[in-house]
């Protein structure tokens, strides 16, 4: 009973520091810290040690689908006593303990602690190899926790201001809502093919959504989705010199993830796209999503260019737009999908 109030007592401790309270209402402050971005609290000792190489093995490995080598999180490494003031705030925390009194090891997931939106992990462990073994054992779910908040921060975003017009244009078009950032202009618009372009002199950033009849479960795989892609590209998106159009990079694996969005079967696709008779080239994410009720595929598709600049935050900003997808009459979806459900 003590334990269970003493445990209490801290959480309130915890939240009662972090935030501010305005008429009954808490109040966070903002994250600070640079997109991707991830402060690790370790002693000196541990992180030069087998805990610190194992963190730095998964949380700083090379990012999937990129040109060049990037980290999948640009780690900080802060000891236990520096961890206050100005580093409270960080968007990604990573706390750890590593001590022989530990009575409960574990990993826990905490978020908006010190701030808002932030995401937290701690993980307690007895001993280095205790540690090894419960970071190994959640490296998967630790890592999609991250990347989500990542991609979360950004959808918030965009919800809250984006371009109207192309809202606009992809609703009419093809019965969907998808938030796109100010500074996106509509290049293609059609039935079946739209494309909605971000462009500065280093940069740009795409985003196109087309669809197509679901026909078999043979739809959501790898080889299918690229090949529908390669013509999709080949007819709509052209290059800047005769006999060039953009198309995917086979020499390069693709990635494929088969997953949920918004409750409905989807499959993601990474990997690299190139310009055929032409040396232009970047990632792309691709987020192919069955719209049961339509009984057909809507696909959002996302690239970056940017030959000079690092493309991992660029290519995160795009997914992030493809992630908004939501279609209209989402309830009769829901219907199908649960009647699908119960079925199985």
Not at 230 to 236: C, E, G, P, T, Y
Not at 242 to 262: F, G, I, K, P, W
Not at 277 to 286: C, E, I, L, R, Y
Not at 326 to 332: N, V
């Amino acid at each position: 009973m003590k334990t269970k109030i003493g445990i209490l007592l801290l959480i309130l401790f915890v939240f009662g520091t972090a935030c501010q309270q305005k008429g009954g209402k808490i109040i966070h402050q903002n994250i600070t810290g640079k997109a991707g971005e991830m402060i690790v609290v370790m002693s000196k000792v541990a992180w030069d040690d087998a805990p610190g190489n194992v963190l730095r093995k998964t949380l700083a490995q090379p990012q999937l689908s990129l040109p060049q080598e990037e980290p999948l999180f640009d780690l900080v490494s802060i000891p236990h006593e520096a961890f206050k003031d100005i580093f409270l705030s960080t968007r990604n925390i990573i706390q750890t303990k590593i001590s022989p009194i530990i009575e409960n090891p574990g990993v826990t997931f905490a978020n908006d602690v010190w701030a808002y939106p932030q995401a937290i992990v701690q993980i307690n462990a007895r001993n280095n190899e205790e540690f090894e073994r419960l970071f190994t054992e959640n490296s998967d779910k630790i890592v999609a926790y991250f990347l989500k908040a990542e991609r979360d921060r950004l959808t918030m975003n965009y919800k809250k201001l984006y371009d109207k017009a192309a809202y606009n244009i992809l609703e009419k078009n093809h019965d969907i809502f998808l938030t796109v950032p100010p500074g996106y202009k509509v290049a293609t618009q059609g039935k079946d093919f739209t494309w909605v372009r971000y462009e500065t002199p280093d940069i740009s950033q795409a985003v196109m959504i087309y669809t197509f009849p679901y026909t078999s479960d043979s739809t959501f795989t790898l080889k299918y989705l690229l090949d529908k892609r390669d013509s999709v590209l080949k007819a709509n998106v052209p290059g800047s010199v005769a006999d060039s159009y953009m198309t995917t990079e086979r020499r390069v694996e693709s990635v494929l993830q088969v997953t949920r969005h918004n409750g409905n079967y989807a499959a993601e696709v990474r990997g690299l796209w190139r310009v055929e008779n032409d040396f232009m080239g970047g990632p792309f994410v691709m987020l192919a999503e069955l719209d049961a009720y339509r009984q057909r595929v809507v696909v959002a598709d996302g690239y970056v260019y940017s030959p000079s600049k690092n493309k991992r935050n660029l290519t995160r900003q795009v997914e992030a737009i493809l992630y908004s997808l939501q279609f209209k009459d989402q309830d009769k979806n829901d219907k199908l999908n649960s009647q699908i459900n119960m079925g199985n």
